[in-house]
């Protein structure tokens, strides 16, 4: 994962029709489920669902596999799991949180430190 790669997916997702889309193809998970079903779901017309899941797949996103007349789509969770990564190991601080490969189950864990409250200032300008 690369900037380029991450700006064009978060990009994509700042868009609210498209955040609920993805939402929902992360919800029908490996499986995916074809257009006409997300319409259906978000109440959104064929050519707008189209126009959105376009971005969805340019940014890397969104995969789409042709199943006889349908298309079926699905949430690249590969792709999202290194944006994740990337953020992460590239954007937190090292203390805050870190990821690492567990061998025993196969999967990347991200672990969050449990953050402190915020030091707040007195009327003088001192941390307390």
């Known amino acids: 994962m690369n900037t380029e790669n991450a700006l064009s997916a978060f ?4 868009q609210e029709t498209r955040l609920q889309i993805f939402r929902l193809l992360v919800e029908y998970g490996g499986s995916g489920v074809p257009a006409g079903t997300l319409g259906e779901r978000l109440s959104v ?18 995969q789409a596999e042709r199943r006889g007349r ?9 792709f999202f799991t290194a944006l994740i990564r990337f953020m992460a190991e ?4 090292s203390d805050v949180a870190q990821v690492r490969d567990d061998a025993q189950s196969g999967c990347a864990v991200i672990e969050l430190a449990a ?14």
């Not at 990009?11 to 700042?14: F, K, N, V, Y």
């Not at 126009?51 to 996103?61: D, K, T």
């Not at 349908?70 to 590969?78: G, V």
């Not at 590239?90 to 601080?93: A, I, L, V």
């Open 11 to 14: 990009a994509a997702l700042s």
């Open 90 to 93: 590239n954007c937190c601080r």
């Open 45 to 62: 017309p064929a050519n707008t669902l189209s126009f959105h899941l376009s971005h969805l797949s340019r940014a890397g996103l969104v």
């Open 115 to 128: 953050c402190c409250a915020p030091a707040t200032l007195t009327p003088q300008g001192d941390k307390t």
């Open 70 to 78: 349908s298309i079926i789509y699905r949430a690249d969770f590969t």
